[in-house]
């Protein structure tokens, strides 16, 4: 019978590298350990038979099948934004999806580290990476984008002298009968109309790796919201970010910026007050926060909100305020950093460190059988997850006319 070649007590040596970069570019100090649970969640023991690619896989959730995409790919380790495990354990089944995706990654010897609120305070992170996107410039001149009125956008024509629309003699709304105005309902109805939807949309951040936005033109000063102070060569690190334009931005070019800096998802919340209309809105300041926001902006004061999640109470009092709110559904805030940083900036690090454990280890002695082979390949490969998405997705109406109107001349 062949032995084990599992060596319990290690993990893999590429593995080490990978939890060392990751500290070096986001210091677990810098996590909001109040409720936060960063760092090495998952420490998969060292099979050098049996050993995995040297390969990372980003994602920003560790979903069943996240998991089944890093066992297909063979990566050593899974950099997971949010912790899979958020409060202890006191069993580990196959009955829990997220326990069992842990037990499939520890089998296969694949380990998870997760960085979460230390991203987002780093200078250079995630706030910042943010903070960019709304103050960022489009390489074309940025659109003069106006609303369209509802009641306007229906089978109205704008020919008369004084620019009000009319309606229009063709308007098969209208029954030319009685001259009636039917329901938004009997129009459908009459016109032969079904309504459908789209499969469910998301944002497409793959594309970020190569930014539609270019560094901002206009002056701006940026600060921390909440500071997180202690960590050294971390000194400008903390929770938020407030932006403050020297004049105002027009809240179009900012909505249109956050949809090309996230990867133009087909829509987004936007929440504004009753009595404005959004293409006359400016705004000033601009309070950021990834993910959910609502703890962040407690007692802040800003023109406008802008954060993946806010709720309906949250958002009803900015706008009584007069503040404006933009969010992009909770992990939409978050997984374009992961294209756009740091896939490049955990490579960059992981190449210096991989070399540096790789001749380390060899100068201690090789640990055992297999550990020479494992040391020899120099290889390294940061990937993002292709499966990875926000649970909510958008879905478009799309109508189709279906035959003649009702009671039309044939």
């Keep these: 019978m062949s032995m084990s070649t599992y060596t319990t007590d290690k993990a893999s040596p590429f593995t080490r590298a990978v939890v060392s970069s990751m500290r070096k570019l986001y210091p677990e100090a810098l996590a909001d350990k109040s409720f936060d649970n960063t760092g ?7 099979d050098p038979i049996r050993r995995q690619m040297n390969s990372v896989l980003l994602t920003v959730d560790l979903t069943k099948a996240v998991a089944d995409e890093a066992i297909e790919r063979k990566d050593c380790v899974v950099v997971a934004y949010h912790p899979i495990i958020f409060k202890g354990l006191k069993s580990l089944t196959l009955a829990d999806t997220q326990q069992q995706s842990l037990l499939r990654l520890a089998l296969e010897g694949i380990s998870v580290y997760s960085p979460h609120t230390a991203v987002d305070a780093a200078p250079g992170g995630l706030g910042d990476w943010l903070a960019d996107i709304v103050t960022g410039t489009l390489s074309e001149p940025e659109p003069a984008t106006k609303t369209a009125d509802p009641l306007e956008a229906v089978s109205l024509d704008t020919d008369s002298s004084d620019g009000k ?3 229009s003699d063709d308007d098969p709304f209208i029954d030319k009968k009685d001259g009636e105005k039917k329901t938004p309902a009997q129009r459908l109805k009459r016109m032969g109309l079904t309504r459908t939807y789209s499969n469910p949309t998301y944002p497409e951040p793959m594309e970020l790796e190569q930014s539609e936005l270019n560094p901002s033109s206009a002056d701006h000063t940026r600060s921390v919201i909440h500071p997180v102070t202690g960590v050294e060569g971390f000194e400008k690190a903390g929770m938020g970010r407030l932006i403050t334009f020297s ?3 027009p809240l179009t070019h900012l909505i249109e910026r956050i949809a090309r ?19 006359d809105i400016s705004i ?7 993910g959910s926001g609502g703890s962040v902006f407690r007692d802040v004061h800003a023109d406008l909100l802008f954060t993946g999640e806010l709720s309906h109470h949250e958002a009803l009092a900015a706008t009584e305020k007069g503040a404006c709110v933009v969010t992009l559904f909770h992990s939409n805030s978050e997984r374009g950093f992961l294209h756009s940083v740091l896939k490049e900036q955990l490579t960059r690090t992981l190449k210096q460190e991989w070399g540096r454990l790789r001749k380390e280890v060899k100068e ?19 990937e ?21 109107p009702v009671g039309g001349t044939g």
């Design 165 to 167: 629309p009319v309606e």
């Design 364 to 382: 201690q002695g090789v640990e055992g059988e297999g550990w020479e082979e494992a040391l020899d390949d120099e290889d390294v490969l940061v």
């Design 261 to 279: 800096g996230v990867g133009n998802p087909k829509g987004f919340p936007v929440a504004i007050p009753q009595t404005k209309r959004i293409e």
């Design 384 to 404: 993002v997850s292709e499966r990875d998405r926000d649970p909510y997705g958008i879905v478009i109406l799309q109508s189709e006319v279906v035959g003649a």
């Design 40 to 46: 090495l969640l998952l420490e998969a023991p060292f």
């Design 284 to 290: 000033r300041t601009v309070a950021i926060c990834a």
């Design 247 to 249: 004049s105002p931005q």
